[in-house]
């Protein structure tokens, strides 16, 4: 918000509690961050919070625990996001109420025994973004239905291993995963948005499957989820073979 604010004209001063801003990512991310906030003209204070406030007249006065006293004409407070699962019954399933619940790759609430909970979306607190809460629901929806069906869940192995023709004396020839569109392909968006071919040629290039590419999660909003559109097609038609 500070960086929307500083880019809509305000004077901003951002204080921190912590050393550093987005704490959750890489520290170069951070950095990265509060160097074009400063080069906006923004001010960055760390480690200090605010130790009283009160409004008078128009403006708000503001004392630090530094010390350090501020006069600004509005005050937001960012202060992160709780889950809303106070009175879902967490309590009933040995879970406190109030808590994120942690979950494993396959979505599933870790802490309850018989892997029957499953949590998608900002309330496992792994990625808090519309796409990242979709593509859960995505996995999700594929395990539950997978656990129900009786079938396995897909495997991970350590190297990765895929096979596309026959080995040598190595089992029936078979096709793991159909790879991605033939190099030869000239997928007509390409012409409407040439820089969206990047991630189509990385895909052929990489010889990726397609089944790997539902894991490269376009954010939302952007132009990038037609991606998207074309996997769900392509698994549409696929279903209807
Ligand atoms: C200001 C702001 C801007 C954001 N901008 C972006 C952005 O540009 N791009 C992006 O990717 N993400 C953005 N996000 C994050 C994004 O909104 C969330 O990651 C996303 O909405 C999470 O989806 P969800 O379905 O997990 O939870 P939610 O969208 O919060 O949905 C949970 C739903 O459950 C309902 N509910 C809660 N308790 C109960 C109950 N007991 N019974 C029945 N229903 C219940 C709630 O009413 C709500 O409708 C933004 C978030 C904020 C706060």
Known sequence: ?????????????????????LPHLEPFAGELVAERLREAGADLRFGVTVSSAARTGGEVRLALSDGGRLTADEILFATGRAPRTGDLGLETVGLPPGEWLTTDDTLTVTAVPGGWLHAAGDVNRRALLTHQGKYQAR????????????????????????STTRATGAGPARSSSPAAAPSSASPSPAR???????PVTVAITGEIPVERLW?????????SEVWLRLLETYRYQRARL
């Open 1 to 21: 918000m500070a960086t929307a604010w500083q880019a809509l004209g305000s004077e901003v001063v951002l204080l921190a509690r912590g050393s550093r801003l």
């Open 215 to 223: 894991h490269a999660v376009p954010p939302f909003p952007t132009i």
């Open 192 to 198: 409407a948005w040439p820089s969206s071919c990047t």
């Open 139 to 162: 996995i999700a929806g594929a395990v539950i239905a997978a656990r129900a069906c009786g079938t396995p869940l897909d495997s991970a192995t350590s190297p990765a291993l895929s």
